[in-house]
């Protein structure tokens, strides 16, 4: 987990003296996600640790009950976080070195979020094997156009519930394979 573009740089340097060839970094605080050009300047790739993120954005504990429904990674505000950094790392990247980002966390295994989050410019997406099936069959049904414009709703909601209802609405897969 970084925070800055300095850390970045500083994290990259240590594992190249350590013979790594291919630094990245976890983008878990706003900070490195709004700076996120700066940041993949320095290294390969991010990976985006939605948990993390959507605790910091919301600044919402995981641990207190009452904060739960703020913990929700369709929360517009990190959906925004997550094209910042995809945005940034797009900006990042020149000469055919691209820095791609992913996202590891269980936002990935839902699957109409994993549709937003490639419309976002998410490059991989990381869950567990029992999601790979659903995930896989949601994202064969649509385009990156699509996905895109998936990702815009979400974006344009005004809440996390209103944001996934929206996606869901427009993905009738879901329905289709009793998600």
């Not at 994993?114 to 649509?142: F, K």
């Not at 974006?155 to 427009?170: D, E, F, G, I, T």
Request: charged share 10%; proline share 5%.
């Amino acid at each position: 987990m970084i925070s800055t573009a300095e850390e970045a740089a500083h994290f990259a340097a240590l594992c190249s003296a350590a013979g790594l060839k291919t630094p990245g970094v976890m983008v878990e605080v706003p900070s490195a996600a709004l700076t996120a050009a700066s940041v993949l300047r320095e290294v390969s790739f991010a990976s985006l640790g939605t948990n993390d993120l959507t605790q910091y954005a919301m600044a919402a504990d995981r641990q207190l009950g009452p904060l739960a429904t703020l913990n929700d990674p369709w929360q517009p505000a990190v959906l925004q976080l997550v094209k910042l950094t995809a945005d940034g790392a797009a900006a990042a990247s020149s000469g055919g070195n691209l820095r791609p980002v992913g996202v590891c966390g269980e936002a990935a295994a839902d699957p109409a979020l994993a549709v937003v989050l490639v419309g976002l410019g998410v490059a991989t997406l990381s869950m567990s094997a029992r999601a790979l099936a659903a995930v896989s069959a949601v994202l064969a049904t649509v385009t990156v156009a699509q996905a895109q414009q998936l990702a815009t709703t979400a974006l344009s909601a005004p809440s996390a519930s209103a944001a996934r209802q929206a996606v869901r609405a427009q993905l009738p897969i879901l329905d289709e394979l009793g998600l």
